[in-house]
């Protein structure tokens, strides 16, 4: 038993001097960030999002790029939609994204419902509007399993595939992960660092002003979504990976 406690503890020293150095050393922290991003948009499916998952991603391309976010719903699956709303500015108001920076999207079709999957077209067609408008470089947005796998984040990153296909703006996508490794927090910052191409880590003082984020969505932040934030690899680290069309009309076609 106390071997397996010394083994515990030298993993766990091992995984937080590691967070230190990658969220601390600069030729570390840069390393792996999107240089060549200036003007960039994230697109979510619902106020909360862009703290809950995307926050190191948020923090640290604010500090560099322009940043805009693009929001497809108000969030209102349980009728508090213009409450949310509100929540959504103050939250990016601490993350550093201006009042202006900011869509929320209200479309009957655009409904806030975990089994319901938004048509890939509508979406796409709203973010390509938006790239034009705001001379967009790059677009960030959920992956294939949407992190939770609610559809409405699935749907995202099928409709972020037609809008590759038709523009050039460069798409990555936020890396899911196992439900292990997702409430694994600082253990699992050498392994996604090591292993992903674009990385954001977010230090101890950001990791504060993320839990500020994510406490400005009042409505939302119950004791679940408290312990969250507590163990959630996504609230120290963002791992992104490009969207490649070709893999994925391959899949889907298969």
Known sequence: ???????LCAIFGFCATFYLLTAYLKPYRCMKELRSAKRVLLVTSHPD??????????????????????????????????????????????????EQNITLIRHTKLKDNPNVRWREELVSEIVLRHVTAMCVDTVVTFDRHGIS??????????ALACLAMESRVAVYCLTSVNLLRKYSSVVDV?????????????????WIVLHRAMAAHASQYVWFRKLYMLFSRYALINTLEPLIVPQLTDKKES
């Open 1 to 7: 038993m106390e071997d397996l406690t010394v083994i």
């Open 49 to 98: 999002d862009e703290v809950m998952f995307f926050g190191p991603t948020v923090l640290g391309l604010a500090a560099k790029a322009e940043v805009f976010l693009l929001c497809l719903s108000p969030g209102n699956y349980s009728g508090n939609g213009m409450v949310r709303k509100k929540e959504l500015y103050a939250s990016c108001a601490i993350l550093g994204v201006p």
């Open 149 to 158: 796998g609610h559809k409405n984040h699935v749907s995202l990153y099928y």
């Open 190 to 206: 050498p392994m996604s660092f090591l292993l992903c191409p674009n990385v954001y880590v977010a230090g101890v003082r950001d």
